[in-house]
């Protein structure tokens, strides 16, 4: 009969087992309840029990510690759509207000389990003056950001409107193509917009103060939104402009966007109420500290990286999973699947969680040196993103890290299951350009 490891004793002297209902997180809630920042991982884009969970812990830090928002890694201007609806200012279908997701893959958001949390924030927001919302990071959406400059410039200054347009319509020859865009302008094709992007930015800014004050806090969040428009499709400009200059310099844009939304939503919030409290859901590539992964050997950051840099009290929480299965594509672009997840390779962090024989628990490294010094070591940690290859498991899906120093907190869920895409949602997908690696998260 096989020895038990020494680390496998530990954790199972250290994990704190979780029931399907969330029973077990009090030590989360606890490290999270006074920071600023809580940022809540997944290991996949296609896992049901890693969005039931971050939802359930985010209804608990909204609800048990006043936190004000939750930023996701979304669009602005889609998951702007759905914070009219849980604030009530529009819609009163939380289907309808998850439509504006069109992106591939659509059922990262349009799927049953961000339904029901939306319907229930929805819920929560009006029983209380102090309202949460709800808000997206990414940065992909040039033209339907460009689309919402205008109608807003529209409604407050026609004039700056008609500059808008002027400065914009630099686009117009990529029929919203922005693969096409960053071809041209990589091989100098054509003249670029990075000027004209900027100078919009610059001049919407100019009036900030004129535009934000016309109407209380709903000038206030409509000047807020078109700001952090014009600054996506400053930042969106530059992404694809550098898109075929290397992965690198891509990524490093993309997170470096997403720690400026964040820093923008933070100062608005504080402005409002005193302080900012937010809670973020991205992929565990993004949140986990870059600095504790192989990433960092090749001059790539990430969000959860540049947080920790500026915000001292930031929590930061991974997801795993040994095996089930996930919702992702073979391909970008492609119809979603339910694949089966391989039973995590030896080495791994997850396989090492599977020799605990617990379903489920909540490991908190902050607080515990010895657990945090037991996982300061390299090992292999998966990722699935949109894609999911089995075929190419160790290439695709793995990479070297140091979990102790890459999150604060882990949950672990040794057998996952797919997450349900909302029915129809990808009749409605267009096409975008892929992102890389790991297998677009």
Not at 35 to 58: D, K, N, P, Q
Not at 61 to 75: C, P, S, T, Y
Not at 407 to 422: I, M, Q, R, S
Request: charged share 25%.
């Amino acid at each position: 009969m096989p020895q038990t490891s020494s680390e496998t004793l530990l954790l199972r002297s250290s994990a704190r087992p979780l029931d399907t209902k969330g029973a077990g997180l009090d030590p989360l809630i606890d490290l999270a309840g006074e920071a600023s920042f809580v940022l809540l991982g997944e290991a996949s884009h296609g896992t049901h029990e890693f969005y039931r969970t971050r939802a359930t812990i985010t209804q608990r830090l909204l609800a048990e510690k006043g936190f004000q928002a939750v930023a996701v890694e979304a669009d602005w201007p889609d998951a702007w759509r759905v914070n009219q609806y849980v604030l009530g200012r529009a819609g009163a279908d939380a289907g309808q207000a998850l439509a504006g997701f069109t992106r591939f893959p659509v059922w990262m958001w349009r799927n049953e389990d961000v339904l029901r949390f939306v319907t229930w924030l929805r819920r929560y927001n009006e029983r209380k003056a102090a309202q949460a919302g709800f808000y997206g990071l990414d940065l992909y959406s040039l033209y339907r950001s460009r689309a919402q400059v205008i109608r807003y410039l529209e409604k407050v200054d026609p004039e700056a409107a008609r500059r808008a347009h002027n400065r914009y319509s630099c686009f117009d020859h990529f029929g919203e193509d922005e693969q096409a865009y960053g071809y041209a302008a990589a091989f100098n094709m054509s003249s670029l917009c990075e000027g004209e992007v900027i100078a919009q930015l610059t001049d919407l800014r100019r009036k900030a103060w004129e535009y934000a004050h016309r109407d209380g806090n709903v000038a206030e969040d409509e000047f807020l939104s078109a700001e952090q428009n014009a600054r996506l499709i400053r930042n969106a400009e530059a992404y694809y402009r550098q898109m075929f200059q290397g992965r690198v310099n891509t990524w490093n844009l993309r997170d470096s966007h997403m720690a400026e939304t964040l820093e923008s939503l933070a100062q608005h919030l504080q402005r409002r109420f005193g302080r900012a409290r937010i809670i973020v859901w991205a992929h565990n590539s993004h949140l986990g500290d870059a600095r504790a992964t192989e990433r960092t050997r090749h001059g790539e950051w990430n969000l959860g990286q540049l947080v920790r840099q500026r915000r001292t009290d930031a929590i930061l929480v991974g997801f795993t999973t040994w095996s089930g299965y996930v919702t992702a594509a073979s391909e970008w672009g492609g119809i979603h699947e339910t694949k089966r997840v391989r039973p995590a390779l030896p080495g791994s962090y997850e396989a090492l969680f599977h020799e605990t024989g617990i379903p489920g628990f909540l490991l908190t490294f902050a607080g515990d040196d010895r657990l945090s010094s037991a996982f300061r070591s390299e090992r292999l940690e998966r990722a699935i993103g949109v894609i999911y290859r089995s075929e190419t498991e160790r290439i695709s899906h793995y990479f070297q890290a140091r979990l102790s120093g890459q999150f604060d907190a882990v949950v672990h869920f040794d057998e996952t299951t797919a997450l349900e895409p909302l029915p129809h949602a990808e009749e409605e997908q267009t096409a975008e350009v892929p992102e890389t690696y790991p297998a677009g998260v």
